[in-house]
């Protein structure tokens, strides 16, 4: 009976690539069927891409996409284990062509790389807008649309060794290697749920291996800067066991594999994906060993009618100012260069509404008028060391690097013992989101 083994090497753009390298390693050394995948995207993630893409045409795929794929690429082809990935992310065409040049007169140098394009609706002039929101708040550098694992089986089954992305769902990139290896139909909704669910467990990577889950006293993980990237197994009567690589740190549990299972789930009863609607409500997870959990109960139903696209909007700047109040009655004094700040900006700027956080009082449980504050400044003991950070959003960037400026004037204008002044500004990158019929959207398969 077919095994496959399908690892996740990446949850995001920034995770950590050396990782990967002990799955590829782990992959390697197993029977039957491999796959290799890196989850990089993220919803702003695009649109800095496609930033990237209009100012270079060689550019806009993940700004780290080699980073993950470098260390692992031997290992990989030389054992015949695919690597998926949406890394390709605005420009998968380019991308492709740097790792065909890297690849030439080299072992590998027949590779088979094939990119799934198609999710890249910007080009789409009007014939997109009426999908489009009505109103937007901002100029559209992107639009994209979260398409499902029809490509990435194209890809697969016509022998790609790579097989580059750009805005496919993130479970997707498991539902393609496993509807290819079993030759699982689209409209099998259980078989393609079940599919769903291990990306969806592995997406996020090293979230269902112990990171993100850590408590200290509560929810113990061993060896946590050493966390080990997570493997899912899978046989053809739609048996799934999670498990990590070998010699890695980090656990698999029940625990862990059930805060990943409804991790961004709204309705565990109809999660929504391009691919199938995943049934979770009557799933079951059992410890099936050291570092290995069993999932079963996955039902599915037809998929939507409708695919999810996100819109990039450029036009706005990010503004944030820092200082840092310590010793005896430092947070009185932040709180006090906070009403400074308040009246500065009522002064300079009206009509902004700045946020400003008194981080480890008051700052995750803020709130804009300053009830969460004051209830601190009542009950609270007085903290040796308080960081204030003040922030806006406006499209006037010469107007915020004017209030930065005045914040940073609290060195000498504000409160005693003010220091460690950092001041920020940056493009602000904003997104709608909208259903467009799926019949609207075609992925296509290019070859490198």
Known sequence: MT???????????????DAALALANDLAARDGRRFLFFELLAERTLAEAQL?????????????????????????????????????????????????????????????????????????????QRWLPETLDGQVVSVNVYTGADGIVQALDAGADIVLCGRVA?????VGPLRHAFGWQAEDWDRIALATAVGHLLECCTQVSGGYFAHPGLKEVPDLANVGCPIATVQADGRVTIGKAAGTGGCVTERTVKEQL???????????????????????????????????GIRGHPRPAELKGLVGLRGNWFAEAEISYAGPGALARAALARDVLLQRCARLAPQLTPWIDLIGVASLFNDARGEWLQQRLADARDPQDVRLRISFVDAD?????????????????????????????????GTASFFIPRTAVQQQVEWF
């Open 3 to 17: 095994t496959v083994h399908i690892g996740c090497g990446a949850g995001f753009a920034n995770d950590r690539p």
């Open 52 to 128: 990237r893409r209009l100012a270079d045409a060689e550019s806009g795929y993940a700004t780290r996409l080699f980073d993950f794929l470098e260390p692992v690429l031997e290992t990989c082809l030389a054992a015949g284990i695919p690597i998926i990935t949406n890394g390709g992310a605005a420009n998968p065409s380019a991308a492709a062509r740097r790792l065909r040049q890297q690849l030439q007169g080299g072992r590998f140098a027949a590779a088979r790389i094939a990119c799934v394009v198609g999710d890249d609706l910007l080009d789409s002039g009007e014939v997109l």
């Open 170 to 174: 993130d479970p997707s990139l498991a």
């Open 262 to 296: 409804l991790y961004e789930v709204h309705d565990p009863a109809a999660y929504l994906t391009p691919d199938v609607t995943m049934d979770l409500s009557q799933a079951r997870v059992r410890q099936a060993g050291p570092d290995l959990v069993e999932i079963e």
């Open 397 to 429: 960037k010469a107007l915020l690097e004017t209030l930065l400026l005045d914040a940073e004037s609290l060195y000498t204008n504000g409160p005693a013992g003010g220091g460690g002044v950092r001041r920020h500004l940056s493009e602000s990158l």
